[in-house]
């Protein structure tokens, strides 16, 4: 006996936007390294040649952590899955960790909280989606998630014995 999957009726995956495009990386270490070589051309020519290793020690590691953050935030995401067995939200940190919580689609309610943001609500468990959203996705993203409930609660049956 073989375990079928339950087909995927409904399934958004948000993450939060790149920081920065390889472009955006580029310039950044061009100001780094203009920002370093001023003040070193300055003390070169006043004759305080030996500050110049001090004056570069700053550009990698500011590049180092700049990468290191950003990949960070490429492993961040948010998978918001419904099938037939239940509406199941994946939280994925930035070091790799997933977190899943599940919720009876019949009953989950989707609500905007005062600040803003979407919350899924069933008999007492609330549960914040979409965090790294902007407005207008989040109004997309809420509308998709409610329209899927929505299909859910009320499926349309076709019997072709009634056609």
Do not use: K
């Amino acid at each position: 006996m073989s375990a079928v999957p339950d087909p995927i009726l409904f399934e958004a995956v948000s993450t939060p936007r790149s920081s920065f495009s390889p472009a955006g990386y580029r310039v950044l270490v061009g100001l780094l390294c203009a920002a370093a070589a001023l003040p070193a051309i300055l003390f070169t020519l006043m004759g305080a040649w030996p500050v110049l290793g001090f004056l570069g020690a700053e550009v990698p590691l500011v590049l180092f952590l700049v990468s290191r953050q950003a990949r960070g935030a490429e492993r961040v995401r948010e998978a918001l899955v419904l099938t037939p067995a239940g509406l199941t939200v994946t939280r994925t940190d930035h070091r790799g960790r997933s977190h899943a919580m599940r919720l009876d689609p019949y009953w989950a309610r989707l609500e905007q909280d005062a600040a803003g943001r979407l919350v899924l609500v069933q008999r007492g468990r609330r549960i914040s989606i979409g965090q790294h959203l902007g407005e207008g996705d989040r109004t997309r993203y809420a509308t998709a998630i409610e329209d899927a409930l929505r299909r859910y609660r009320r499926p349309i049956f076709d019997n072709p014995q009634l056609r």
